[in-house]
């Protein structure tokens, strides 16, 4: 677990806070962003192994976010794992449609993310 970096993407301050001091207290090293063009914007920065992506949040949104990282030769191979309210059938087919590699929903187990992160790292 030495040196991974998981990348929090939501709008939402206290789902990334709770989330982010979860990982820092496992030992990851954390990034966070508010919605997809920051993510983006880290992503393109720094090294990252694993983004817990959000769906819904303002300028581009999680589905956008994943359809541009998976079709990007750079990025292709960081899993991404949706952790989103969005919790019917059609939305999780969209979001694994969109390329995420797992499809989580809010409100959410932590010891379910963890077990997850550690399948993907």
Excluded: H
């Excluded at 939501?10 to 820092?24: F, H, N, Q, T």
């Excluded at 192994?49 to 949040?57: C, P, S, T, Y």
């Excluded at 191979?77 to 449609?97: F, H, Q």
């Amino acid at each position: 677990m030495k040196d991974v970096v998981i990348l929090v993407v939501d709008d939402s301050s206290v789902v990334v806070e709770a989330v982010r001091e979860a990982l820092l207290g496992d030992g990851y090293i954390v990034y966070t962003a508010g919605d997809g063009l920051e993510a983006l914007d880290i992503v393109k920065r720094q090294k990252i192994n694993l983004i817990l992506l959000d769906i819904d949040m303002p300028r581009m949104n999680g589905y956008q976010l994943c359809k541009i990282l998976k079709k990007d030769p750079n990025y292709k191979n960081i899993p991404i794992v949706m952790l989103t309210a969005k919790s019917t059938e059609t939305d999780r087919v969209w979001g694994l449609k969109a390329g995420s590699d797992e499809y989580l929903t809010k409100p959410f187990n932590y010891s379910k993310v963890k077990e997850v992160i550690k399948r993907f790292i």
